[in-house]
């Protein structure tokens, strides 16, 4: 039986990748077509892996299903696809029409299989009276609370057009309502970045729409993980695969959606700001408590619930996935303790008031007893992980040893909710390891190794050279031993980047782990890996970290810590440079000094030995951010008042990197 058949929406192709830190786009992409001789099948060996997961997990179980479906209101129009300015699609769920099939294939994972038809039921559901979700048209939910006379509507996308689209699904279907509040559950992109695309910011300022966030909020959502934006940019290709076909030979879903939406983020600050754990607000007639989880999925976040729908909203604390204690794309460790603590006063709080439970990514929850189980689980997940990688730590293990030997108890193996399509039990623990200890293993050998192409090249030294090396490997191929094959052809590759019979075999035993593996991230990174190996990084689409409403949320402060570590210290060396800055429209005065090689600055100070005195509004810096001016043509234009040379402020922005977009992760960065 097709488990989508019932109602399969059209669907469409996704084109691009918001990336992980929430402000990071690729732009104007075309997804390569897969080539004939790209891929290749899967192998005995995966296959034999695969099937033996069908007799490990309790696939009879068939309540997900139900609950994604029930409720279905109206299917997601214009054949799943939301246009963007450039008639470029921003959105679209076609290509994944492939997971109508039944049974997974060969090179999926049926755990992973299972995950990824769920993610396919999209549109606008009813989880009970007055409540509604818009599932499928981002990696998110959007999720609308009829008021007495108004819609409040909870995180509204990444993207300002897939929130719009979601917006206009829902008022085809309901009476029409204007929205009178919006409430950003927590500070990642996802649930924020298409506020635009719902209410006025004119509306906001009138006093007419209410933003509600939790505490930090604003902090969270400019300044994390700007600084290593670049970098995290580049490693999101890899743990989403944007440039992977959608195919059963590539990317097949992400584990908590589909995929990430590539429209105009947008950002309006809160209007109001739950500032104490337990506050209460009535807003157009719906009494709402919130719980404030920091430190939990994010920084900044907070559950929700609402006593006359009996219905709790966990943010993105509680989804039907395992999720990151650390993410592959790289950021702060997340505190598994905390969560695990935070869900605990969950139950506490709203477990005996509640009847459903909903999150901002995948299906609701329905059923008192289920509700109470759903979250008593999920709460034991994080405090397993956590406790356990801390017990086997101090015994000593390594990361690599607890991340091999960590499993779940039955009990949580047996639950699909528990399983690691986002997070795993392996980088978890991995994670857990470093927030308590950091890189370094306590192994003198390890405190100051060789670089890995040096690494590389000496370990090929000893084994015979490269031809001996792959002549090896291959045999381990042909058994299946493909994690060893992946790090052995990896290391000729670093010693040998052209080798492309080490390149070869190492995407053939990359792609094998893709089609192996439950955890979509990891399959992900394993194609891109295999994909970058046999035809090199691809140059379609560019990265930028500039969106308008960001850089002009983010503080003066934040904006001089990026240029220092965008600064060169080689090409700094022996400089020396004061410049004075005033921010006329902010009332704000900064001294930027470069000297040592180290770019510092102080605000509310001027230095009367500066080199220049820069006065103007943030405005126009911001402009010369976004590259829709300069600072020559600023200031002959009168936007920026000099005294001084403007030959100190070029010389200044000369010595700063312009990053690379596409950095070689799968080969030495230098060749």
Do not use: C
Request: net charge negative.
């Amino acid at each position: 039986m097709n488990p989508i058949a019932n109602h399969r929406p059209r669907r469409g192709r996704l084109q691009a990748l918001v990336a992980a830190l929430g402000v990071a786009l690729l732009a104007t992409l075309t997804l390569p077509a897969a080539r004939a001789d790209d891929e290749k099948d899967a192998t005995p060996s995966t296959q034999a892996a695969n099937r033996a997961v069908l007799d490990t997990l309790p696939f009879a179980n068939r309540q997900d299903y139900e609950d994604a479906q029930r409720g279905f209101v109206a299917a997601l129009p214009n054949d799943s696809t939301v246009q963007g300015s450039r008639d470029v699609p921003v959105w679209s769920l076609k290509g994944y029409e492939f997971l109508a099939a039944p049974t997974a294939p060969d090179t999926v994972n049926p755990s992973l299989w299972r995950q990824a038809q769920l993610n396919e039921f999209a549109g606008l559901f009813r989880v009970t009276d007055r409540v509604y979700q818009v599932r499928g048209l981002d990696i998110s939910n959007m999720t609308l609370i009829e008021g007495d006379t108004g819609l409040i509507i909870i995180d509204p996308l990444i993207s300002a057009e897939t929130a719009r689209a979601a917006l206009d699904l829902y008022r085809s279907a309901r009476p029409a309502r204007s929205v009178v509040a919006v409430i950003y559950s927590h500070s990642h992109v996802d649930h924020f970045g298409g506020v635009k695309g719902v209410v006025d910011e004119a509306d906001v300022r009138a006093g007419k729409v209410t933003i509600l966030a939790p505490a930090g909020f604003m902090d969270h959502a400019i300044s994390e993980n700007v600084i290593a934006g670049n970098a995290m940019s580049r490693r999101a290709q890899y743990m989403y695969g944007p440039l992977l076909p959608r195919s059963p030979k590539g990317q097949v879903d992400t584990g908590l959606g589909k995929n990430l939406s590539r429209g105009t983020i947008t950002l309006i600050p809160p209007t109001d700001s739950i500032a104490n754990d337990g506050d209460k607000r009535v807003i157009d007639g719906v009494e709402i408590e919130f719980q404030l989880t920091p430190g939990t999925e994010a920084p900044s976040e907070m559950n929700m619930f609402f006593p006359q729908f009996r219905l709790i909203d966990v943010a993105e604390n509680a989804t039907h996935n395992l999720h990151n204690l650390y993410t592959l794309r790289g950021a702060e460790i997340r505190d598994g303790n905390a969560w695990a603590k935070y869900l605990n006063e969950t139950l506490a709080r709203f477990g005996e008031r509640s009847d459903l439970l909903i999150a901002q990514h995948h299906w609701p929850t329905f059923g008192h007893e289920r509700v109470i189980d759903f979250v008593a689980k999920q709460r034991d997940l994080y405090k397993y992980v956590h406790d356990q990688s801390v017990r086997l730590m101090n015994q000593g293990y390594t990361p690599t040893e607890i991340a091999e030997n960590l499993q779940l108890p039955p009990s949580l193996a047996s639950e699909w909710y528990a399983r690691g399509y986002y997070g795993s039990v392996s980088h978890d623990a991995k994670g857990v390891y470093q927030k308590y200890l950091g890189w370094y293993d306590a192994n003198p050998a390890d405190l100051n190794p060789l670089p890995r192409r040096a690494t590389a090249q000496k370990t090929l030294e000893y084994m015979g050279g490269a031809s001996a090396v792959l002549e090896r490997a291959r045999a381990d191929f042909a058994r299946g031993e493909y994690r060893w094959v992946a790090q052995v052809a990896s290391q000729v590759v670093f010693a040998e980047p052209g080798n492309q019979a080490a390149r070869n075999l190492g995407a053939d035993a990359l792609e094998q782990l893709g089609y192996q593996s439950e955890n979509a991230t990891w399959r992900n990174a394993y194609l891109v890996g295999a994909s970058e190996l046999r035809h090199g990084i691809l140059k379609q689409g560019s990265l930028t970290t500039t969106s308008a409403d960001f850089i002009h949320a983010l503080p003066t402060e934040a904006f001089f810590d990026y240029l220092g570590v965008r600064l060169n210290g080689e090409r700094a060396q022996d400089k020396k440079i004061v410049i004075n800055w005033t921010f006329t429209d902010l009332q704000q005065h900064f001294v930027l000094t470069l000297d040592h090689s180290a770019l510092t600055y102080q605000a509310e100070a001027q230095s009367p030995r500066a080199d220049v005195n820069l006065t103007l509004e943030r405005a126009t810096l911001d402009q010369i951010t976004l590259k829709q001016t300069s600072f020559p043509k600023a200031a002959l234009a009168g936007k920026i008042k000099l005294e001084g040379s403007l030959g100190k402020v070029a010389e200044l922005f000369g010595l700063f990197d312009d990053f690379n977009p596409g950095f070689p992760i799968i080969e030495p960065v230098t060749q």
